[in-house]
């Protein structure tokens, strides 16, 4: 197994490059799912590294569960300095457990509280899958949900916008119901809590998910410009969600640089950058990055396996 082990946990830096290149030079969709789908399998990656470091140091431990056998020196001699990476991984798996239970729990509740505020409110139906909310407060967010979610939009909101820049609004909320984007959210969050080195492909999925509704919307209508303007006139009045983890219509961020991307020709919708590109060699670079961290894991799990069949009868 060897230094292997450790690996996984290092390889999430090979996605640090292409999270900002993504944001500026992919398609908003192909940037969100090639981002997510690199930040789950890294963290999965790192997380069965930490696996793997815990049952060398529970071995180790007085009084474990586990067969006697399992720490016989072989299995010990597994890990570089495994007396300190075992007990380490012990903490940091217990650390990666607590943070992602408390997202979890955080999620759920966020969602609950935003359903019950509907309450009283008309329910959705074939005609309308819009919940107005009698608040002076100017928001607008996708709260997804059995069927197919709702819009949520404050009166203060639809009052600031006019005719043209609500039906940007509410095309930008269905698209990010259709897309499913909160289940994308969810998962690099989930994967930054697993190692805080994929922090900076959360962030940019947020960013690349705004501008995929962004950019469902413009199609919808039609026209660029008036979603551009609808979304630069929600974000001036606009303070945020009353629930902070739902993406709002005007959310916290870069919107100068979503309106700017609205205000110029839609971008390229092709499925993979070219080599020859910095995009595409950042691409590269983190593909091979999380196909790395696979065979890391992959090789330390059977070498481990291997091990422990020896010292013990599996």
């Known amino acids: 197994m060897g230094v292997f082990v450790f690996l996984p946990l290092l390889f999430p830096l090979t996605a640090m490059p292409v999270a900002r290149l993504a944001e500026q030079h992919l398609h908003p969709r192909l940037a969100t799912r090639l981002l997510t789908a690199l930040a789950v399998v890294l963290a999965l990656c790192s997380t069965l590294c930490l696996v793997l470091l815990v049952v060398v ?13 399992w720490s016989d020196p072989e299995v010990r001699a597994a890990v570089p300095y495994d007396e300190v990476a075992g007990r380490a991984g012990i903490l940091v798996l217990g650390a ?10 955080r999620h759920r509740a966020v969602h609950r509280a935003a359903h019950r505020a509907l309450t009283g409110l008309p329910g959705p139906d074939a005609a309308s899958d819009v919940a107005v909310v009698p608040d002076p407060d100017p ?28 039906g940007a609004l509410l095309a930008h909320e269905r698209a990010h119901l259709a897309g499913r984007h909160h289940r994308f959210l969810l998962a690099v969050r989930l994967a930054a809590r ?10 940019a999925v947020a960013y690349t998910a705004e501008r995929w509704a962004d950019e469902e919307a413009a199609r919808a209508l039609g ?34 640089r979503r309106v700017a991307a609205l205000l110029g020709p839609a971008p390229a919708d092709r499925t993979w950058p ?30 481990l396996f291997l ?7 599996l």
């Open 57 to 69: 140091g529970t071995a180790q431990l007085p009084g474990n569960p586990l067969p006697d056998a």
């Open 194 to 203: 697993a190692n805080p080195l994929l922090r900076p492909l959360q962030g």
């Open 223 to 256: 026209d660029r410009r008036a979603v551009a303007r609808a979304i630069g006139r929600a974000a001036l009045v606009s303070r945020g969600t009353p629930l902070p983890v739902l993406t709002g219509f005007a959310a916290p961020g870069p919107v100068p």
């Open 139 to 166: 928001y607008a967010y996708a709260l997804p949900g059995a069927p197919r979610g709702r819009v949520v939009v404050s009166t203060g909101m639809l009052d600031s916008l006019d005719a043209r820049e609500r």
């Open 274 to 303: 070219p080599a020859s590109t910095v995009v595409g060699l950042a691409v590269w670079t983190a593909a091979m990055g999380a196909a790395g961290s696979a065979l890391s894991s992959a090789n330390a799990t059977v070498t």
């Open 307 to 313: 091990v422990l069949k020896a010292a013990t009868a």
């Open 96 to 105: 990666v457990a607590v943070a992602c239970a408390a997202t979890l729990r």
